[in-house]
């Protein structure tokens, strides 16, 4: 059944989470119901919900399923958008302007027209084919379903063993939130070194950090199977080379753009398997198609390159962008240096821009200084040590990226980087940057400046 | 008495803090004392120390004087640096190449000749010509023999009543340090809030939370006199309206660059009696001339015009870039954006760029916005609340400041609009930054980010 509609233009929008529902916010701020009709459809129980945050929920920092959710449906509903729950979109009929829904529970499809259509259908964490892998005690943490599953088992399990699957951001996320809850946490690793949005080196000290914390950390190995118990559940997760005994296993791999409707569409996508768009997030080629979120890729401005990220702040961002130009406004997006913190316990992560690997693919030729300084002033207490990395181009000098690993303070210092980058910096003028210095808060030369004083030297002593 | 010298270059540097011995050391990084003899005076008894930290020895944080000093006379000499302590530098014989420097303790005065000089005399500290003024128990802090005499005050008077002149960093610093000391404290400013370097709304801010402090803060209040007792003592602090009774004063006004020898050589002065440099810290006209740190004028990159900022940091970069010109090497020092940062116990302070009255001031009309949000997502523990207060300017929206009055996490934050500022890129294109995201870290839409997309809308939405 076509639904038609009146005078005011249709605004369709494929997922209810950040991206979808921060470009429908941001349009009918800008477009009021007599003008914009906007329909959102959302499959899963919950809208515009944190998923970085689940990690936290899980680990009994934030107390409550509810403090991630941003806004409800009902919030949605009272601003005027149509939010559909429980609706999953089965298709896009680009040629006919219209898509498909499927009510999930009692199966009733029905076709809905758009004038402008936001696809923000996110991303679906890997799930590997293993035997054993859909076995009760074998858990991802991509949704707020998939973390309450999570807790009821941890709450059902005396606190014991617990194998995480990954050394990525959610994984070491995931291994702080597992201790927390007082289980004894193994960490198996396919990489050298956790981290591998780190270069080998900085995930060394990570690795190290992690031991520290008591939490069993191998690398090299990959994992081939999950070992199942007479009841049926997890027992142990086995590699080629051991078994790693489990009351609970948590997949924390990664994730992939979800765009099964969108390549069925026939839409463009890129190498990361992302929808392709231009700078105003326009799915190329489309003039009234808009994608955003983890469905997409993004521009690196760094080395000139598209990839794939999944994070909450860029999924607003272009949620942002999207409502403005479908409201009638214009905004751009104009790409990613690739910054990215996080945290285990007390050792903060951060990075931006690219990694060893990320500039030899890009063609580009560097020099690497690595230099050790404090959080704070040498003497004033509780200055904790930090690492940092720095990249610069060979000849030119240009900053190309920053990786710090320390405790307090380390994180959220890489924006400093991530600014210069999108400027273009050379390290040299870097140097000269007027940070903020109190003894509270850094040594006399910030850290991520005694870095940048090497590189200059580094990059003057190269071969040139 | 002439002293000649042999065919080595000598190097003469006036002031054996920061900015000069950071001058002596590159120097002398770059060229070995067979090439440059380096000669430095210091009149004081302390070398490379940070008087940054003062307030925190003071406070007890720091618990020894000697943990401020990054470098002492010995260590210098041992890196061939002639460094002559407790000896005035009494004239400046620019046609003549040399130096008279006087030996404090007995009073004898040779000349010195120079190939090249350094000028790093620092600031002096304004003390007020007030009846009582160099009374017992009034203090000043600018020097570490400062710092020694007001914690013997402290040691000798059961902790009772402090005032502080004065509520810019200084100040609050010492109202932090006096009040960890057991003090009741009384701070007496002469502006119509706290912190004359941001914004009165925002000093507002600031003076709620001293309040909160148990800190009495007095404004719009000008100092007439210091009252004795009859043992000669401090006994309080006069105003036109009030007295403010006292066992111990401490002056905190804010510091003037000490150029006095300067000025009698000739040499160009600004017009906050800084000397003028060009960007390689030459003084202007004198080929074989530096100086840097305190006594210097430096360029603000926002305002284009001089201004005089007395800062460790500043003083470290200038003495590196001294250090390499004067060693034969190229570097410039392009100027500041004008960042700071402190704390008055849990609460941080930052700003950069112009205030109001400063874009004003260089003719700049521009638009202002102020917002509140968290250090972390708002779900996460800990979040603490932050005000940030952003000024763009009018029909460009190039961003021209940033103040920020938080709790844990708001000072360094202003190191992203440091950077922003001195890229010169506007508030639009602040709105897409990739800073770091992830919830013990930052919300979503960092807090300088919210304040750039409103001061967005207010630029678009401005007189035009």
Redesign the interface.
């Known amino acids: 059944m076509s639904i038609s509609h009146g005078s005011a233009e249709r605004l369709v929008v494929i997922g209810g989470d950040?991206a979808g529902m921060s470009a429908a916010s941001q349009a009918r701020r800008l477009k009021g119901p007599g003008e914009l009709e906007i329909v959102a459809f959302e499959r899963g129980h919950f809208s515009s919900f944190?998923a970085?945050?689940i990690p936290?929920w899980v680990g009994g920092?934030?107390a409550a399923r509810d403090?991630?959710i941003a806004r409800t449906p009902e919030e949605h509903r009272a601003r005027a958008i149509d939010l559909r729950m429980r609706t999953e979109v089965t298709e896009i009929d680009v040629a006919g302007g219209r898509v498909r829904a499927r009510d999930v529970d009692s199966g009733a499809e029905s076709w809905t027209s758009y004038d402008k259509l936001v696809i923000a259908t996110g991303a679906r964490p890997i799930r590997p084919d293993l035997p054993g892998v859909d076995a009760p005690g074998v858990h991802g943490v991509q949704t707020l379903d998939d973390g309450q599953a999570l807790l009821d088992t941890l709450t059902g399990v005396p606190a014991r063993r617990a194998v995480v699957v990954g050394a990525g951001?959610i994984g070491v996320e995931m291994a702080e939130a597992l201790i927390a809850r007082g289980y004894e946490v193994t960490v198996v690793n396919r990489g050298s070194e956790p981290m591998a949005t780190l270069d080998p080196d900085m995930g060394r000290l990570v690795h190290r950090a992690m031991e520290g914390l008591s939490i069993t950390m191998v690398n090299d190995a990959e994992v081939t199977k999950i070992l199942t118990g007479e009841d049926g559940g997890v027992r142990a997760v086995g590699t080629e080379a051991a078994e790693f005994p489990a009351d609970v296993v948590v997949l924390g791999i990664g994730v992939r753009p979800e765009t099964t409707l969108a390549r069925a569409a026939g839409l463009p996508l890129g190498e990361h398997g992302g929808l392709l768009t231009d700078l105003a997030m326009r799915v190329r080629g489309h003039r009234n198609i808009w994608a955003g979120g983890d469905c997409v890729e993004v521009l690196d401005l760094v080395s000139g390159r598209e990839r794939h990220i999944a994070?909450?702040?860029?999924a607003?961002?272009h949620g942002?962008v999207i409502g403005t130009n479908a409201g009638g406004g214009y905004a751009?997006?104009?790409?990613?240096?690739?910054?990215?913190?996080?945290?285990v316990c007390d050792l903060?992560i951060?990075r931006?821009g690219l990694r060893e690997k990320d500039a030899r693919r890009a063609g580009l030729q560097y020099v690497t200084v690595t230099i050790e300084s404090t959080s704070r002033?040498g003497?004033?207490?509780g200055a904790a040590p930090m690492t940092v990395k720095m990249l610069a181009e060979r000849r030119t000098g240009r900053l190309l990226g920053v990786q710090i690993v320390g405790r307090e303070?380390a994180?959220?210092?890489?924006?400093?980087a991530?600014?210069?980058l999108?400027?273009r910096?050379t390290v040299e003028?870097m140097?000269?940057?007027?940070?903020?210095?109190?003894?509270?808060?850094?040594p006399?030369?910030?850290p991520v400046l005694v870095a940048a004083?090497k590189a200059v030297t580094a990059v003057r002593d190269g071969p040139g």
Chains 1, 2 share one sequence.
């Open positions: 950040a944190s970085c945050g936290y920092a934030v403090e991630l951001y994070l909450g702040t860029h607003n961002k942002q751009t997006f104009p790409g990613v240096v690739g910054t990215a913190v996080s945290k903060e951060a931006t002033a003497y004033y207490p303070g994180a959220k210092r890489v924006d400093i991530a600014v210069a999108t400027a910096m003028e140097t000269s940057l007027d940070l903020g210095y109190a003894p509270p808060f850094s006399v030369w910030d004083r």
